[in-house]
């Protein structure tokens, strides 16, 4: 079940950047769409995923910790991939979101929704 809501959640992020990076810097760009799929994957993680009855604000808190950590980290990674390796920003941003996915995934189910 978190692997279909993190196929659909890519879906998500992936194209709210593509969109937004149409007109905006690659940070702000990065920001709204890091927002908008993570909105989605804490309503469908907690409620239909993990099933959580925990403490509702601590796993907001712990939620948005690990977004904050996951858009400083993408962001600098995408910009670092490009000016070290001329990696394309869209290969940097699908890198960094398969890493995501993995420590997403462990923290999820073993520390924000327990």
């Not at 279909?4 to 879906?11: D, E, K, N, Y």
């Not at 996951?70 to 001329?86: E, P, Q």
Request: charged residues 5%; contains cysteine; positive net charge.
């Amino acid at each position: 079940m978190y692997y279909g809501v993190s196929i659909v959640q890519t879906f998500v992020e992936f194209g709210m950047f593509a969109l937004a990076q149409l007109a905006l810097p690659t940070g702000v760009a990065n920001g709204i769409a890091v927002a908008c799929s993570g909105l989605f994957n804490f309503l469908m993680n907690r409620n239909i995923t993990f099933k959580a009855s925990s403490n509702f604000w601590r796993s907001v808190a712990l939620f948005v910790a690990l977004y904050v950590w996951n858009f400083l980290f993408g962001t600098w990674f995408i910009g670092w991939a490009a000016a070290s390796f001329g990696c394309p920003e869209m290969v940097g941003k699908f890198i960094t979101m398969a890493m995501q996915g993995i420590w997403g995934f462990c923290l999820c189910k073993w520390v924000i929704f327990r």
